[in-house]
Structures are given as C-alpha cells and as structure tokens.
C-alpha cells in the first residue's frame, strides 16, 4: 500500500452520526488528496444544516493529521471556498516531516468506538480530566457534570429528549435505515448489538420498526418507549462518571467552526480511549435545542414542537450560557470496550476513481 493509502485507511475510522463517512476521496498524487464531503440533512433529521457532518468531518481531518505523522508525515489541510457547504471539499497537501513528531494517539485511531451500555460511576481523576481538556485545545473547553445530582438532571433531560426521539415520525425514517437489524457489526450502518438494548427487547423492537403503525400503536397503548429509554436513556445517563460538554470559545458560527469542533472532539475522544475510558455522544438534546433556537420545526406534529422547546428550556437550565458555545455533548467513564461497534467502509470503496 502506498503511504497516501496507508494514512487514509487508518483515517476512516472516524467516527460520524449513524456512522454516515460523510467522505470520498480523490487521490490525485501521493502528495495530494481531496477530499469530497456530503450531508446527510436532506434525508436526516439529525443533521441540522449539515452541522454533525461536518463535526465528523473535522473528526477525518484530524485522523489525517494524526495517521501522517504517524509515518513520519505531516499534514495540511484546506478547505475549498468555492464548493457548496452541502458538498464541501478539502485539499490535504502531504509530506514527509522535516522535523518528525511522535502521534501517541495514532494507536487508538481504530479501538475508539462508542459505548452506549452502563459505565462504572467511578469519578474521573484530575489528570483523566486534564488530558481531554487539554486535548480539546486552545479554542475548546470542557464543561463537566460529574456530581450524581448532576448526572441525574442530564439523564432526566436525555430520558425526556428520547421520547420526543422516539415519537417523532421523522426520526423512526432515520432509525429504519441506520440501524443493521441482526447483527454486531456493520460497514455502513449502526449494528442492532451496538445500540444498548437487551436481547429480548432488541428483538421486539426489530419486529415493532418494521412499520410506523406498528410504532405508533405501541407508542400510544404499550407505552412503548418506556424500556427503550429507561435502558438507552436513564440507566447510562446515571452510570456514568461524568457528562460533558465542548464548548467552543466563540460561538460557531461557520462550517469551518464545526470542522474545528470535530478535530477537537476527536482528539478529546482518542485521550480518553487512551486512557481506558468509553465515551459515548449524546448530541440530540444539542440538535433539538438547534432547531427549538432557529424557530424551525421539524416535524409535522405540533405536539412535538412543544415538547422540544420544554427540552430547550430544561437543556438551558442545565448548561446556562454554554448553550450558545456547545458543539458537542456526551458522557464518558470507564468500562469495557464494546462488544458490537460500527465497523467502516472498505477504502477501495470509498477512493472515488
Ligand atoms: C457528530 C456525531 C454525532 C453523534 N451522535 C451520537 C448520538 O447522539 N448518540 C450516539 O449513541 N452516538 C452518536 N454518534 C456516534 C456514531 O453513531 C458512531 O460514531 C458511528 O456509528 C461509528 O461507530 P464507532 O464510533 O463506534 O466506530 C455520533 C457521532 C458523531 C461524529
């Protein structure tokens, strides 16, 4: 494999919302490399403006960055002004370092994966606290609610948030097409085994998405979302050792702060793997109180509407004037590596010829 090759293979194991590798990529030298984003936001209600896509591509970009030094390579990347934001592309210039640098976090690029099951409530050390927000970097910082009062108001606002989630017509269109029925591991999608549910009820479930009417009579007369968000909601919103916040020091604004974001993100993340901790996202809360800020509805139903600017105003009370300045919020401890995870796309599939 060539070492352009070799940089982008261990790169693409980004992380992206519904594992979507908002990412192609156009080798037009062993120096250089475009690399062709998308959104998803026409087709997910998730991907408001196209912001978590770009969160993720920040994340790819970073692994590039990571992955070149790594072999003793570095770097640069630019985005192209003239692409359109939904389909935005980045010249990556590669050379050989002159003055090579270690890329400790290099080894943990293809072990970091979510996890969505229960965490020990052991609380984080100082030092636990100080790599990942010194990982974040100079234009991030990292916002904590570790106190079990605190993680109980999280988790309260997460169990809420997951009815409106679950509810939503809009969402169960997204949830049908992400997630692989059946399975521990998947290139392109969320395999059911990774989501947190148990067993019995990862079953129910596959049978009850098959349709939305099946969704929609459970919802209204089996209290359907009840086992689902007590065991993907309350229960890891609690276990845990703390939630968090990354707060960008000046609110974002453009695609290239949320490009920014995500390179902080994943180097927070990658400290933490390396560290022994599981994290997981919890960016919903975020989305929704997006939307709830814009004035833009996102679904049909009013009722819904409603219930998501509840959740703004919960989601305020808890992170204040943060709000304004939050790129990305998740929960973090320490905990057994998955089991069932995300796997990725085959390069060769993703090299556009
Ligand atoms: C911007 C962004 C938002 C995400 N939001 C969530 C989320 O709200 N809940 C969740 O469980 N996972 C979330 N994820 C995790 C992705 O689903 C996960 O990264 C993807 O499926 C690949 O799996 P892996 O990270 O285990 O390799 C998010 C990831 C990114 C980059």
Redesign the pocket.
Known sequence: MRVVERILDLARWA?????TQPWRFEILADDHVVIHGFDTRERCLYDIDGR?SQ??LG?LIENIAIAARSVGWEAATTRRGDAPETLPRFDVRLREAARPEEAPLAQFIEAR??Q?RPLRTRPLTAAEKSAIEAAAGPDHRLRWFESFPARRSVATLLFHNAKLRLTAPEAYAVHRDVIAWHSAFSDDR?PDGAIGLDPMTTRLMAWVMRSWSRVAFFNRYLAGTLVPRIELDLVPGLACAAHFLIVARTPPATIDDYVSAGRAMQRAWLTATSLGLQL?????PLIFAMYVRAGRRFSSEDALWDRARELAQRFEQLAGSDMTGAVFMGRVGEGPAPRA??LRRPLADLILR
């Not at 992380?15 to 594992?19: A, K, T």
Request: cysteine-free; glycine content about 4%.
């Open positions: 992380p992206s919302g519904d594992n978590p969160i993720a994340a994966s979510v969505r969320v997981q996202p919890e960016m919903t995870r995300s």
